[in-house]
């Protein structure tokens, strides 16, 4: 599978800061990061996969680098894509993560 290791490896250490635990599972051809097997956020390549809240999608898909997750050619419901751009800062990825982690919580 092909996914950028090294923001694996940033997305691992922003999440060695959460108490909750976290477990990664190969999923989208790329690799994606679940709390409570719940995805949260994930790689496909090397943009960001992310998990939003509905009330959010509007206002995250307003954002420079952000577009509809399209996977199967057709938007995915709840899903974002973030290129590279979009999550150059830490504190950028940190936000995305913690998007997705909302996310997997309000399915619990």
Request: no cysteine; net charge neutral; aromatic share 12%.
């Amino acid at each position: 599978m092909a996914f950028n290791e090294q923001l694996a490896q940033r997305i691992r250490e922003q999440l060695s800061f959460f108490s909750e635990p976290f477990t990664e599972k190969k999923m989208f051809g790329g690799l994606s990061f679940l709390y409570q097997n719940k995805m949260t956020v994930g790689i496909v390549k090397t943009e960001l996969a992310v998990r939003v809240v509905s009330e959010k999608m509007e206002r995250e898909l307003a954002k420079p680098f952000v577009r509809p997750m399209d996977f199967t050619k057709r938007p995915m419901k709840e899903f974002i894509y973030v290129a590279p751009e979009g999550f150059e800062s830490e504190s950028d990825l940190l936000h995305y993560i913690e998007l997705g982690l909302e996310h997997a919580k309000s399915k619990l």
